[in-house]
Nanobody, 124 residues
Framework: VQLQASGGGLVQAGGSLRLSCTAS??????HGWFRQAPGNEREFVAG????????RYADSVKGRFTISRDRATNAMYLQMNSLKPEDTAVYYC????????????????????WGQGTLVTVSS
């Protein structure tokens, strides 16, 4: 599966962005978003089963971010509201062929396919 992420940019604190990720070349059962800030390890943001509504969010984004997908276009999205400067990072979409359980969604090792990353910068 090939993933192509887009939608990053510069936004002021309190603003919103929607990241998109288009998938081609195969199917998958779980999709997720991760991010990596400069000097930090990659961290989990959100994950969702492609079928159904099993969803998990990192505590730091719960209530502000929403993960979704469009089956018709094989696209996944991350709606980010009430952005904070600490949300600044390169965001990566990821896909897994497995229907991951909640405890596994946060672990990047379970995802076989990764997008190239899109930079989100939140100014204070």
């Amino acid at each position: 599966v090939q993933l192509q992420a887009s939608g990053g940019g510069l936004v002021q604190a309190g603003g919103s962005l929607r990241l998109s990720c288009t998938a081609s070349g195969g199917t998958f059962s779980t999709h997720g978003w991760f991010r990596q800030a400069p000097g930090n390890e990659r961290e989990f943001v959100a994950g969702r089963r492609w079928s159904g509504s099993t969803t998990r969010y990192a505590d730091s984004v719960k209530g502000r971010f929403t993960i979704s997908r469009d089956r018709a276009t094989n696209a996944m999205y991350l709606q980010m509201n009430s952005l904070k400067p600490e949300d600044t990072a390169v965001y990566y979409c990821a896909a897994s062929s497995r229907g991951l359980i909640l405890s596994s969604m946060a672990h990047g090792n379970w995802y076989e396919s990764w997008g190239q990353g899109t930079l989100v910068t939140v100014s204070s």
